[in-house]
């Protein structure tokens, strides 16, 4: 059973969305950013998951622990209309777009 997980992912808390396979959220949950808590959350979700995070900065981290608990994260592309995390997990799902771990920092002293 496929479960989808929209994470929009703040500065200091998150909101986490689960859907089912038909697209019927099972619940919403607001957390403090912390590695632990967003890991369970991920893992509540069932077995691999597809994890649409959103964020503008900073998620390398959530990526990092997504991936740790099981799922699969995906990244978002901009599109105009989706107000929630639910609507970005079943409008975004997509292929992963995300730099690998090795390649982040020669990626990031590029930005600057």
């Known amino acids: 059973m ?3 997980v929209g994470v929009d992912l703040h500065r200091r808390r998150s909101v ?3 859907l089912d396979a038909d697209g019927t959220e099972l619940w919403t949950k607001r957390i403090d ?3 632990l808590t ?5 893992e509540e979700a069932g077995p691999e998951p597809e ?3 959103e ?3 900073g998620w390398y981290w959530a990526a990092d622990v997504i991936t740790e608990a099981g799922g699969r994260v995906h990244s978002p592309k901009m599109h105009h209309g989706a107000s929630s ?3 970005i997990c079943l409008t975004w799902l ?5 730099a690998r771990p090795s390649s982040r920092r020669c990626r990031s002293r590029s930005r600057f």
């Open 38 to 42: 967003l890991g369970l959350e991920i």
């Open 16 to 18: 986490i969305v689960v």
């Open 94 to 98: 997509q292929s992963p777009l995300l």
């Open 55 to 57: 964020a503008t900065w």
């Open 85 to 87: 995390s639910a609507a």
């Open 2 to 4: 496929t479960r989808y």
């Open 33 to 35: 950013n912390d590695p």
């Open 51 to 53: 994890v649409v995070l």
